[in-house]
């Protein structure tokens, strides 16, 4: 069994800093992608940022310039680092990657979600 676990949210002023962090922990053979979303309250969930197993990474236009995510392969941990915090990055933000088990079916994989960790920015 393979399981995400996010952490790092909490209360931030406007202007102020979070760092999250998304564990993968299990039978992992393999990561492909990792994935960053968010979901504000009345809101559809969105795609915050993503990186590959290579290390290249995307960012929705809304937070280019103030997210940054990167992650530790030995670790099987992501982060994304968020500055400038501004009150409509307020959302729950989830873990989201694609996991293979099995070296014997490497075109398999699985999308885990976590469990998301909840982030408010005051104003």
């Known amino acids: 069994q393979v399981q995400l676990v996010e952490s790092g949210g909490g209360l931030v002023q406007a202007g102020g800093s979070l760092r999250l962090s998304c564990a993968a922990s299990?039978?992992?053979?393999?990561?492909?992608?990792m994935r960053w979303y968010r979901q504000a309250p009345g809101k559809q969930r969105e795609l915050v940022a993503l990186?590959?197993?290579?290390?290249?990474?995307n960012y929705a236009g809304s937070v280019e310039g103030r997210f940054t995510v990167s992650e530790d392969n030995a670790k099987n941990t992501m982060y994304l680092q968020m500055n400038s915090l501004k009150p409509e990055d307020t959302a729950v933000y989830y873990c989201?990657?694609?996991?293979?088990?099995?070296?014997?079916?490497?075109?398999?994989?699985?999308?885990?979600w976590g469990q998301g960790t909840l982030v408010t920015v005051s104003s």
């Open positions: 989201n990657a694609d996991i293979n088990s099995d070296p014997s079916r490497p075109y398999r994989y699985l999308e885990v």
């Open positions: 299990g039978s992992i053979f393999r990561i492909n992608t």
């Open positions: 990186i590959t197993s290579g290390g290249s990474t």
